[in-house]
């Protein structure tokens, strides 16, 4: 089965910094869509960005970004000029099946 | 119009009770997903329906666990006899056509906790 790892359990950013959350991947498959999911507390997961594999140029939402390396198998999570509303749980996920166990995201004032 | 619902909201069942956990997925999606989410984890998959058909039980930690979705849209995740260890957050998505690629739409959970 496919894994996906997040490395980093819990990081901090100033508000308007810039942050990034890390995210590994375990696959064979050539064709497979990664997602990051947004989980405010006590809040509905959101979709955040989503990334095909077959598209070379990375997924960009305002002030969200990933930096795919299918090689590395690695999808990391940029987000630019942070804020207070950016604080919650970070997933990444492989297809729709497979989550990692997050990043809890602090935004510091 | 309306997101995922769930009900209920929160459960508490003694040890060796049956529960039924009920998501109404977003009108007209044709994906619908389980999940369960222990405290301080990412969500681990259940099971996937694509309309009426369960596609994907593969994640289903038991037989005591048991999931329908009949007509193709309303879904209920039975757990019977449960025990401490089922004690989580169980989490429904619904996407408006076929996995892997559509964005998952999320239930706000229903907290389960078994004394």
Not at chain 1, 6 to 17: C, G, H, N, R
Request: one cysteine or more; proline letters at 5%.
């Amino acid at each position: 089965a496919q894994t996906v790892t997040q490395s980093q359990p819990e990081m901090s950013v100033q508000e308007a910094e810039t942050v990034t959350l890390s995210c590994t991947y375990d696959t064979s498959e050539s064709d497979y869509y990664l997602f990051w999911y947004k989980q405010p507390p006590s809040r509905q997961m959101i979709l955040v960005i989503r990334q095909e594999a077959y598209k070379q140029q990375n997924a960009t939402e305002n002030r969200f970004s990933v930096n795919f390396q299918k090689a590395a198998k690695s999808f990391s999570l940029k987000i630019s000029d942070s804020q207070l509303g950016d604080a919650a749980m970070y997933f990444c996920a492989y297809d729709q099946f497979y989550f990692g166990t997050g990043t809890s995201l602090t935004v510091i004032p | 119009g309306a997101g995922v619902s769930q009900s209920p909201r929160y459960k508490v069942a003694k040890r060796g009770q049956d529960v039924a956990l009920r998501c109404d997925p977003i009108s007209g999606h044709v994906s619908l997903f389980w999940y369960q989410q222990a405290l301080g984890q990412g969500p681990e998959f259940l099971t996937y329906f694509q309309n009426e058909a369960q596609l994907d039980k593969s994640g289903l930690p038991s037989d005591r666990f048991f999931a329908e979705r009949p007509e193709g849209s309303v879904s209920t995740l039975k757990i019977q006899r449960t025990q401490q260890e089922d004690s989580a957050v169980y989490l429904c998505a619904s996407s408006p056509g076929t996995a892997p690629a559509e964005t998952q739409y999320f239930g706000p959970g229903t907290r389960l906790l078994v004394l």
